[in-house]
Structures are given as structure tokens and as C-alpha cells.
């Protein structure tokens, strides 16, 4: 008995340590989900002017947990496509791991996901929306083949200046909570894209 409770006492002291350890990253998203688009969707995602976009969890091609999300697009100049997932969507069930609210934002530094590139050249937007509304993009390249990690910073996001939702603050500072990420093909490419596991990077 008195062994027993040592080795729990060792566990809980175990558990308790890696818990607190530094460099922690929160993950936001595994893709763990069935893919639906629409108002009841999953996935807020769409297309428009001649571009088109289909989304659905593929699970031969992962980086963590049992799926990730897979993106097949043909981005046409003039057009624009959305992969959006967080709170606040027209796809009601879209929601993140973790609610915005909870997240102890002031503890973390950069946004990071993973995707998986064919080196097709095509160039990848990844926006956030902020509290205020307020869409921020970066842009990655897919010139690689696999899976990579991107890591942004909240200082590399960009106001998005060709366009802004009715409605955003328009304030030039990124607003905590964020609430939305998405991914957008940009015009001029075609293929199929994977991606898994975003991530908050811990100070
Ligand atoms: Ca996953
Ligand atoms: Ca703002």
C-alpha cells in the first residue's frame, strides 16, 4: 500500500511538472473533424468568380492525431477562395479546440500550422481575424515536397489591404482575442494542398 502510494506520488509529481514545463505550445486545431460545409458546416469554406475549392479530411495524409484537412483548388485570376475555421463563422460548427475567449493570449508570440506541399509554386494566404473584425494575412509558398511547419509571428501579419469585411474596426493593431484563421490559395495555381495541427507558440 505504502509502494502504491509512492508511485502515485511520483506520477502526480511527473504529471504535475510537465504541465508547467516552459515552451508549451497550444494547439488551436487538429482537424479531427467531419468535414461539411455550409450553415451547419465544419468548415466555413467557399469560392467565388470562377474559382473553386473542395475541402474533406484525408486521413493517408497526416501530420498528428488521425486526419488532416484536405484542400483541392483551382485559383483563377480574378477569383478568391476561403478554408476558415473559428468562432463567430456562418458555418456554426467550425469552432476551434479551444474557445478565443480562454486563451491566455499575452503568453504566445506566433501562430504555427502545418502544411503539405507538392512544390506546385502556388502561393498560400494565411489571414487571421482579429476581435475588431479586422482580417491580417501572411503568405507561405509551396516550394517543397511533405509536410513543413509555418511559423508566423503576430508582428508578420499584414493588414489585408484589398479588402476588409463590413464591419471591421480597421484600427491597424491586431485585437485579442483572435478568432478566425483561413487559408486561401491565391490565384495562378491549381492542386491539392494539406494541412494540420495550428498551434499557438508560447513565449
Ligand atoms: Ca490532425
Ligand atoms: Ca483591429
Not at 509536410?147 to 503576430?154: E, G, L, M, Q, R
Not at 508578420?156 to 484563421?181: E, M, S, T, Y
Amino acid at each position: 500500500m505504502k509502494r502504491l502510494f509512492f508511485l502515485a506520488a511520483i506520477m502526480f509529481l511527473f504529471g504535475a511538472g510537465s504541465g508547467l514545463a516552459e515552451g508549451n505550445n497550444l494547439l488551436l486545431d487538429d482537424f479531427e473533424i467531419s468535414v461539411s460545409g455550409g450553415p451547419e458546416g465544419t468548415v466555413d469554406f467557399g469560392s467565388g468568380n470562377g474559382s473553386t475549392v473542395e475541402v474533406t479530411q484525408a486521413t493517408e495524409i497526416k501530420n498528428t492525431g488521425n486526419q488532416s484537412l484536405k484542400v483541392t483548388y483551382d485559383a483563377v485570376s480574378g477569383g478568391y477562395i476561403y478554408v476558415a475555421r473559428g468562432a463567430g463563422l456562418d458555418a456554426k460548427n467550425a469552432q476551434w479546440t479551444v474557445k478565443p475567449a480562454d486563451v491566455k493570449w499575452e503568453d504566445y508570440s506566433a501562430i504555427s500550422f502545418y502544411v503539405y506541399g507538392t512544390d506546385s509554386k502556388a502561393k498560400i494566404a494565411f489571414d487571421i481575424k482579429d476581435s475588431g473584425g479586422e482580417i491580417w494575412r501572411f503568405i507561405t509558398d509551396d516550394d517543397f515536397k511533405g509536410w513543413k511547419k509555418v511559423v508566423v509571428s503576430f508582428d508578420k501579419f499584414l493588414v489585408r489591404d484589398d479588402w476588409q469585411p463590413d464591419g471591421a474596426d480597421k484600427n491597424g493593431q491586431i485585437d485579442f482575442p483572435i478568432k478566425v484563421f483561413q487559408f486561401e490559395p491565391l490565384p495562378g495555381s491549381k492542386g491539392t494542398l494539406y494541412f494540420d495541427t495550428v498551434e499557438l507558440v508560447r513565449k
